[in-house]
C-alpha cells in the first residue's frame, strides 16, 4: 500500500527567504509523486510531478522538489518565498503501474511572512 | 484552458436526504476520480472511473454511488446523507488507462456539502 508522510504541520518562512516543505513516502515499486497546493476555498492545484529521470524537478511559480531514492523523500523547494505562496501543500503518491488513484499526506501549511 | 468543471459548488442538505453531484471532465480526458476532504484533512479517494467503467474503489461507503456517463461526466450520488458526510467533494479527470499512464491527475474547485 501506499503512503506518504509530511511531518510538519505548518512551515514559517520570512519572504524572500527559501523554504523547504517535507515530504517521504512508501511505495511498492516506482513511485509516481506530485505537489499541489490548495488555497482557500479552493481546489488542488498541479505544481510539479517525479516519474523518472532527473532527481530534481521544476515545477510552476518558480517551485521544484528534489527526489532521493534512498531516502524515499520528495521535498518541494523554492530558493526565494513570496507572501502569495501562503497556502495548504500536498505530497501525493501512486503508483506508476496500474490504479492511478492518488494517495495524500496530511498537507503542510505554509506560511509566508512579509 | 478547460478546466474540470464540479456542480454545484455548494450544496445544503438537511440528514437523511440524498444529493447529486456533478463532474464534467477536461474534454478529450477519459478518467475521472472522486475525492473526499474533510474540514481539517487531506483528500481521500472515494471511487474512480476508466471509459465508463469503475476502475478503483476506494473508502467509498454503502449510501454513495456513482457513473461515469457517454459524455464522460460523472455523477456521485449520496443518500441518507450524515452530519460526518459534510466535507469537500473533489472530482478530477486525466488522459490515462487502467495500465502505465504518467497523466496527472487536474481537480475541479470541489462542492462544498453541508449536512445539518
Known amino acids: 500500500a501506499q503512503s506518504v508522510a509530511q511531518p510538519e504541520d505548518q512551515v514559517n518562512v520570512a519572504e524572500g527567504n527559501p523554504l523547504t516543505v517535507k515530504c517521504t513516502y512508501s511505495?511498492?515499486?516506482?513511485?509516481?509523486l506530485f505537489w499541489y497546493v490548495q488555497y482557500p476555498n479552493r481546489g488542488l492545484q498541479f505544481l510539479l510531478k517525479?516519474?523518472?529521470?532527473?532527481?530534481l524537478v521544476k515545477g510552476s511559480y518558480g517551485f521544484e522538489a528534489e527526489f532521493n531514492k534512498s531516502q524515499t523523500s520528495f521535498h518541494l523547494k523554492k530558493p526565494s518565498a513570496l507572501v502569495s505562496d501562503s497556502a495548504l501543500y500536498f505530497c501525493?503518491?501512486?503508483?506508476?503501474?496500474?490504479?492511478?488513484?492518488?494517495?495524500f499526506g496530511t498537507g503542510t501549511r505554509l506560511l509566508v511572512s512579509p | 484552458a478547460a478546466g474540470v468543471i464540479q456542480s454545484p459548488r455548494h450544496l445544503i442538505k438537511e440528514k437523511r436526504e440524498t444529493a447529486t453531484l456533478k463532474c464534467y471532465p477536461i474534454?478529450?480526458?477519459?478518467?475521472v476520480y472522486w475525492y473526499q476532504q474533510g474540514p481539517g484533512q487531506d483528500p481521500q479517494f472515494l471511487i474512480s472511473?476508466?471509459?465508463?467503467?469503475?476502475?478503483d474503489k476506494g473508502s467509498i461507503p454503502d449510501r454513495f454511488s456513482a457513473q461515469q456517463f457517454s459524455d464522460y461526466h460523472s455523477e456521485l450520488n449520496m443518500s441518507s446523507l450524515e452530519l460526518g458526510d459534510s466535507a469537500l467533494y473533489f472530482c478530477?479527470?486525466?488522459?490515462?488507462?487502467?495500465?502505465?499512464?504518467?497523466?496527472?491527475?487536474?481537480f475541479g474547485p470541489g462542492t462544498r456539502l453541508t449536512v445539518l
Open positions: 478530477a479527470s486525466s488522459l490515462g488507462t487502467s495500465g502505465t499512464s504518467y497523466n496527472e491527475q487536474f
Open positions: 511505495v511498492s515499486g516506482n513511485p509516481y
Open positions: 517525479y516519474i523518472t529521470g532527473d532527481n
Open positions: 501525493a503518491v501512486r503508483r506508476v503501474t496500474g490504479f492511478q488513484k492518488l494517495v
Open positions: 474534454p478529450r480526458h477519459d478518467t
Open positions: 472511473f476508466y471509459e465508463k467503467m469503475q476502475s
